[in-house]
């Protein structure tokens, strides 16, 4: 699943376009979900994700069976969650590797 087609499902986003709190993803969810039958139609779906809605669909949509249950949409939501830290990880400067402090050398024993 494609973390850019997945995006935008870690913050479900309502009908007027403002994002919903993190605890409230299920209750847009809900609320998408117009006649009740706990899984989303692409139609209920794009009531919840305005943007590239049709491909999001598609990726959510595991079992390809029309619809997206919450379990899809948490999957979808995980997937996107593991590949942006991914990819924020890849992006990260590499660390160096600790250079060691120079040695001093030893104390020259006294001449005799």
């Known amino acids: 699943m494609s973390a850019i087609v997945v995006a935008s499902l870690s913050m479900a986003v ?6 919903a709190p993190k605890g409230e993803k299920m209750d847009a969810f809900k609320k ?7 899984k989303l139609s692409l139609e209920e779906f794009k ?3 305005k943007n590239d809605a049709d491909k999001k669909f598609v990726a959510a ?5 029309g619809f997206v249950t919450p379990a899809e949409l948490k999957a979808a939501r995980a997937a996107e969650h593991a590949a942006r830290k991914a990819a924020k ?10 250079v060691p402090a120079p040695v001093a050398p030893a104390p020259a024993a006294p001449a005799k």
């Open 14 to 19: 309502m009908a007027d376009g403002v994002k």
């Open 61 to 65: 949509d595991t079992d390809k069976d």
């Open 47 to 49: 009531t919840m994700v």
């Open 89 to 98: 990880e890849a992006a990260a400067p590499a660390v160096p590797a600790a």
């Open 32 to 38: 998408a979900d117009a006649n009740g039958d706990g």
